[in-house]
């Protein structure tokens, strides 16, 4: 359930970060973004697909934005002249984008930093690949990186006003709403969303 709940978690601040990024390039709910492999620099195989399938899976499940799903990617790599079974790399990502009219990639990495995992995402408009937002979160451990994942963007979720806001909190708290009450990412939502009331 822990993992299940970081999981959930990820989609709700990686939602609230594209829709309310620092800089102009905001993305409506019907903007389409493409999600690029995680570069993975530690060195762990584990990495190497299960950040991109946590993070896929629960923006594929928000109202607030939608992902180009797996199956146009791989038809997009034909027709740019590439092999279906291509790295998605940011580069990559930047041509599936363009050729497919999505408006945003959004690219993942983790590094390791002596002890501790350094996760970062970035999100960068498609026709200019100018920096809509990003993101740093480390993680003490490899058994806090979905967790650190998932406090990416969290100041985004924090800055978060109106409306949406409130419909994102509404969703996630009804989601998890048997949760363990304890849950630090859990304690943070409800106190955020008790602001917004």
């Not at 058994?143 to 800055?159: D, F, I, P, S």
Request: a negative charge.
């Amino acid at each position: 359930m822990r993992v299940g709940l970081a999981a959930a978690t990820v989609g709700l601040v990686a939602a609230a970060w594209l829709l309310h990024p620092r800089h102009t390039h905001a993305l409506k709910a019907s903007d389409t973004a493409v999600l690029a492999d995680f570069t993975n620099t530690t060195g762990d195989p584990v990495f190497d697909d299960t950040l991109k399938e946590a993070l896929a899976a629960e923006l594929q499940r928000s109202p607030f934005l939608s992902i180009l799903p797996d199956r146009e990617v791989r038809q997009t790599l034909k027709l740019i002249g590439q092999s279906p079974d291509e790295r998605v790399t940011t580069e990559v990502a930047q041509g599936i984008c363009q050729r497919s009219g999505s408006q945003a990639v959004i690219a993942g990495s983790i590094a390791q930093l002596g002890n501790e995992y350094v996760l970062g995402l970035n999100a960068v408009v498609c026709a200019s690949g100018e920096s809509m937002a990003s993101e740093l979160e480390r993680a003490g451990k490899k058994e806090e990186v979905l967790g650190a994942l998932a406090r990416v963007g969290l100041a985004r979720a924090y800055a978060m006003n109106g409306e949406t806001a409130k419909a994102a909190y509404q969703d996630f708290l009804t989601l998890w709403k048997d949760a363990d009450p304890d849950i630090p990412v859990f304690v943070a939502a409800k106190a955020e969303y008790a602001k917004l009331r």
